[in-house]
């Protein structure tokens, strides 16, 4: 068994954005030479989160108009009271999920024809990590 | 350490279907022989679902009326100015999550007394699948 | 490959409580001896949350005044046709989500600045599990 690690960095030009990051993580898999297994794609920040999903700009704009829906910026906080202004973007996160395993098979991404990795920033302008674990044979 | 995989196929007959899928998953994971490790179940398509709840016919119903409310099929989505009539779907996907990890002990699904797998579909009537990747020793 | 499972108990005061648990989750993958790859932290029960985010008692009510908004507990669901009345606990738990992955690196948790496990009982004042299965090298 293999076990090997990367770290994927972030510093977005706006507060809140999505970032493809399917290609960046099928770079790690192919250095990790692991052949079959799984790939572990976390965010370390808890504003921010990693999903899988369509790469269509309409439907991203969909997600995000939906969030501020679910989880509006301008409601009164009690985490604000810390003098943090960004509560919204811990529960945007939540919704979309902070972390996502993709199965490796023939050492590729094994993947549905669709399907995209991504990281959603909901309170960016500064830099941010995502780990990167694989393991597998 | 053995990686073990199989693919799940579904065809539902209704656009939108829970099915459970527990017994599916367990007799992978026998097949892959693994005693102690993990199995990932993942939806390939980013309008279905993988989640753990209750095998109970009326909740199912309060899950697909709570979704409905929380991201209604209904709305002018921008994704729909490409063709699409599906944008909920992939909403709804959201909120339940794509994919689970379902520990393995003694060679069985290590659930509670009332945790069950489940698929579920937002946009069927066509053929599509779930990778069932086992890990383990 | 090493696989290590072990199991953490609740029993909490209130129906509803959030529990830092990163410190026991910690002190499990130091047992296993595992120096590089992934625990997964797992409820049990279908009324019960996982999650990682913020140590911070205001964004913790914030997260708790929102999930009542989204999925309100005084709604007659068809649940509780079955004699039930936590239906809203299943529906609060699939936002937060059941289950969380956490890297390890160097023998230790592989965690972001502000990331803390959290384990979120919806429906408690009764014992209940979370499974910790750990795998790798």
């Given at each position: 068994?293999?076990?090997?690690?990367d770290y994927?960095?972030?510093?977005?030009?706006?507060?809140?954005?999505?970032v493809?990051?399917?290609?960046?993580?099928a770079?790690?898999?192919?250095?990790?030479?692991?052949?079959?297994?799984?790939?572990?794609?976390?965010?370390?920040?808890?504003?921010?989160?990693?999903?899988?999903?369509?790469?269509?700009?309409?439907?991203?704009?969909?997600?995000?108009?939906?969030?501020?829906?679910?989880?509006?910026?301008?409601?009164?906080?009690?985490?604000?009271?810390?003098?943090?202004d960004n509560?919204?973007?811990?529960?945007?996160?939540?919704?979309?999920?902070?972390?996502?395993?993709?199965?490796?098979?023939?050492?590729?991404?094994?993947?549905?024809?669709?399907?995209?990795?991504?990281?959603a920033?909901?309170?960016?302008?500064?830099?941010?990590?995502?780990?990167?674990?694989?393991?597998?044979a």
């Amino acid at each position: 068994m293999t076990v090997f690690t990367d770290y994927l960095w972030f510093n977005t030009k706006k507060k809140q954005e999505f970032v493809r990051i399917t290609d960046e993580v099928a770079a790690i898999v192919k250095k990790s030479g692991i052949q079959d297994g799984m790939v572990l794609v976390s965010a370390m920040h808890i504003t921010a989160a990693v999903y899988v999903n369509d790469w269509e700009s309409g439907l991203i704009e969909d997600f995000q108009v939906w969030l501020e829906k679910l989880a509006p910026s301008k409601l009164p906080y009690k985490h604000h009271q810390t003098g943090e202004d960004n509560a919204d973007a811990h529960l945007k996160r939540t919704i979309m999920g902070h972390q996502i395993i993709v199965p490796i098979t023939g050492s590729a991404l094994d993947l549905g024809p669709w399907e995209q990795v991504f990281y959603a920033e909901f309170d960016g302008q500064r830099r941010k990590r995502v780990v990167v674990k694989v393991m597998g044979a």
